[in-house]
């Protein structure tokens, strides 16, 4: 287990996050 594929996965979860913030910031407008 690499510590790349650790940061990968937290980029990952990041995106998603941003992803749902992004959605509910501009389909509620």
């Given at each position: 287990?690499?510590?790349?594929?650790?940061?990968?996965?937290?980029?990952?979860?990041?995106?998603?996050e941003y992803g749902i913030l992004?959605?509910?910031?501009?389909?509620?407008?």
């Open positions: 287990y690499s510590s790349l594929r650790f940061f990968q996965e937290i980029d990952d979860r990041r995106d998603a992004y959605d509910l910031t501009f389909s509620s407008s």
